[in-house]
């Protein structure tokens, strides 16, 4: 079986994040890059099923130059080769434009499945699943708890508000996972030598034939306009109760129309 | 002079570590160490992780690193908790190297496998109750019966405060013993691999420890205990050559272990000192404690430099034997005044064994003391300058 895993390299979640008032994106050259969580348990995913029916795992990066970090990540956990698609015209992509380079890449590869996370930590739009089967003209199985593979077909677990429904398609097809579903492995030392000497196939826009009107901000069909920092917490009263503290609470309640 | 810089594949491994110990360890070990519990599901974590395996040859299973590696990883888990990176430095330094380093293809074969995966661990029997740093005054005894002809050892003695020796996954304990006559003033000692549940052989129950309470320590005892033959590990005779080396190179890791808690406690005390307030400001306002906090950087990152310096020359082949003592020595001792000044900044939540600064000084202390005492080293390094014995 050849599996395709789809990963992005998104700002570290916990490192404090700056947006570019410029071009009012992520500044991501200040802060770490790293693979997206949820990718993690899609290249776990993929390396379980290709132990599990055999195989080859292959995994596609898009990104700007330099942002090697995620797919480094993959392979050092076991994937077999890598992808990167990266070209200073795709810079600014909405997930319009994303699933179409993406769909693109797709086109210059073989593959029975992919798999990708259900959502990127940074912009968590958590469409580029949908619109990258829609594009591939595949079933799109999304946010997937369990996947089970049988030859020709693929049945998923998805994971709902109430439970899960079982999702049943033919091969190939497109699968986004949850964090549920895994744990992902960390890499071990002979994988991280191992990666090193991995191929990785560069590609740049013309090379996966991708048309740049329709990526990049230009292509974008949604623009940002403006951006706002989420203002810090005010301070807050503190009354000191000198006997009439229980009167001041009821009526700060009533002015503010809690009572 | 050393590279400044981390080669990738070593700073990736680190960070590995660094995650793994944040995120799986940080949150659960403090449960284990105050039930005195062996934490096994971190264990098989490690395991699978490859560490077990790090400075071995994949065709035993291992990770084709080296020991440099190993002490990487070692201080990362140290940083965050002691009792596992122990458990592994045992596990690998005393348990599976003596019989990567002396044993025949066989006993490699039949060994190193599960020790590498970290599904078995091995231990490394040398002190007894009688004698931890008088290690040639070793009185447990094997005497070969019928040799050549499917003889075996009969081991007779005891030893103490042996780590990895009584777990579950425990599959071999390498002892030191007496197997024959003094020659030229010496006694004859070898090693000798007993694989655990071997009859005769006892584990007695885990002590009362003052610290690496979630690590696994007994006594043993032998009594006619039988092994074949072939369990003699290396050459008979050669038992004291072979664990002076075996402990040369444990030196590193015990140092890099405790490199990782002095830098832990530098951690723990920087968020600590950012969160406290007292008299109206927080404590990393003062002077006081900015400067406890600047000395104790000093000795973790003086310690690292020496472990780091040590390690280097051993997987070039160049002697590292008075390197290896320096770098305990120091490390142990950063780690020793670290955890009593981080101690010192958390005030009375530094004695409440919930913060990990807690743990971290009740196992501070045994770095000074296991795999050869600040006094052993600071013999070693005397003898190494030339001075008399
Ligand atoms: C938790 C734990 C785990 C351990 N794990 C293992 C293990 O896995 N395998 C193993 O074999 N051992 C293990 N040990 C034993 C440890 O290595 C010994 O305790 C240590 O080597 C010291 O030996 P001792 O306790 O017999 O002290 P002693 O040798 O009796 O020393 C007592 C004191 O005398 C000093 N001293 C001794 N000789 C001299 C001298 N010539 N000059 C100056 N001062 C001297 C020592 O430095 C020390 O201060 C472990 C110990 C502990 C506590």
Redesign the pocket.
């Known amino acids: 079986m050849k599996i395709v895993v789809l990963v992005k390299q998104v700002p570290d979640t916990w490192a404090e994040k700056r947006l570019d008032p410029d071009t009012l994106t992520v500044d991501r050259a200040s802060v770490d890059g790293l693979i997206n969580e949820m990718d993690e348990f899609a290249v776990e995913e993929a390396l379980q099923l290709a132990e599990k029916h055999g195989g080859e795992v292959t995994v596609v990066c898009m990104g700007p130059e330099g942002a090697t970090d995620a797919y480094k990540k993959a392979l050092q956990m076991g994937v077999d080769k890598a992808v990167f698609l990266t070209d200073p015209a795709l810079a600014g992509s909405d997930a319009v434009g994303t699933s179409y380079a993406l769909a693109q890449v797709l086109g210059t590869l073989e593959y029975d499945l992919v798999i990708l996370g259900s959502e990127a930590s940074d912009a968590r739009t958590s469409i580029v699943p949908a619109l990258l089967a829609e594009r591939l003209g595949l079933p799109q199985l999304t946010f997937a708890s369990k996947v089970e593979v049988d030859g020709t077909s693929i049945k998923i677990n998805r994971q709902t508000d109430y439970g899960h429904d079982v999702v049943e398609a033919g091969l190939p097809a497109v699968v986004s996972v949850v964090e549920k579903i895994n744990e992902p492995r960390y890499p071990s030392f002979k994988g991280i030598m191992a990666a090193k000497k991995k191929p990785v196939q560069t590609l740049d826009a013309a090379a996966a034939a991708i048309d740049t009107a329709r990526v990049g901000a230009v292509g974008s069909w949604s623009k940002v306009l403006d951006a706002t920092v989420t203002p810090p917490r005010s301070k807050g009263t503190i009354v000191t109760d000198e006997g009439s503290g229980g009167v001041e609470l009821a009526d700060f309640l009533a002015t503010k129309k809690f009572v | 002079m050393l590279d400044p810089q981390l080669p990738a594949e070593y700073e990736e491994l680190r960070k590995t570590v660094e995650e793994f110990a944040h995120t799986e360890v940080s949150p659960v070990i403090g449960d284990y160490y105050e039930r005195h519990a062996f934490p096994y599901p971190l264990v098989a974590a490690m395991g699978r992780m490859g560490l077990f395996g790090l400075p071995f040859p994949e065709q035993y299973g291992g990770m084709g690193g080296d020991y440099f590696a190993l002490c990487l990883a070692l201080e990362e888990l140290a940083r965050v908790d002691s009792s596992l990176a122990i458990t592994l430095e ?1 596990g690998v330094s ?1 348990g599976a190297m003596p019989l990567y380093r002396f044993g025949t293809q066989e006993q490699k074969q039949r060994w190193l496998p599960d020790l590498c995966s970290g599904e078995r661990l091995g ?5 007894e109750p009688d ?4 290690a040639g005054a070793t009185k447990t005894s094997a005497r070969l019966e019928s040799a050549g002809s499917g003889g075996s050892w009969v081991v007779n003695g005891s ?5 990895n020796s009584g777990t579950d996954i425990t599959s071999l304990v390498t002892v030191t013993a007496v197997t024959g006559p003094q020659q030229e003033g010496r006694k004859e000692i070898s090693s000798i691999v007993i694989p655990s549940g071997t009859p005769g052989f006892t584990v007695e129950p885990g002590y009362s ?1 003052v610290g ?1 309470c979630a690590s696994d ?1 007994h006594g043993l005892s032998f009594a006619d205990c039988r092994v074949p033959e072939e369990n003699l590990l290396g050459e008979r005779g050669r038992g004291y050559a072979q664990f002076l080396r075996i402990l040369d190179e444990g030196r590193i890791a015990i140092a890099a272990l405790a490199t990782g808690l002095a830098q832990g406690c530098v951690d723990e005390s920087l968020r600590y000192a950012r969160e406290r307030a007292a008299f109206g400001r927080r404590i990393e306002q003062y002077q006081a404690i900015q400067f406890k906090i600047a000395d104790m950087e000093a000795r973790a990152h003086t310690a690292r430099l020496a472990y780091r310096h040590a390690a280097a020359l051993l997987i070039h082949g160049r002697p590292f034997k008075k390197q290896a003592a320096i770098a305990k020595l120091v490390a142990s001792s950063a780690a020793m005044e670290n955890a009593r000044e981080a101690t010192q900044i958390f005030g009375g939540y530094g004695f409440m064994n919930e913060f990990p600064v807690g743990r971290f000084y009740r196992d501070a202390k ?1 770095l000074e ?8 080293q600071r ?1 070693l390094i005397a003898r190494d300058l030339g001075l008399p014995a």
């Open positions: 045992a005393l231990a490394f029997g040398l002190t004698g931890g740093s008088d030893k103490s405060f042996i780590t420890k690496w320590t045994i003391i296991g795999e050869g005492t600040s006094e052993v013999l």
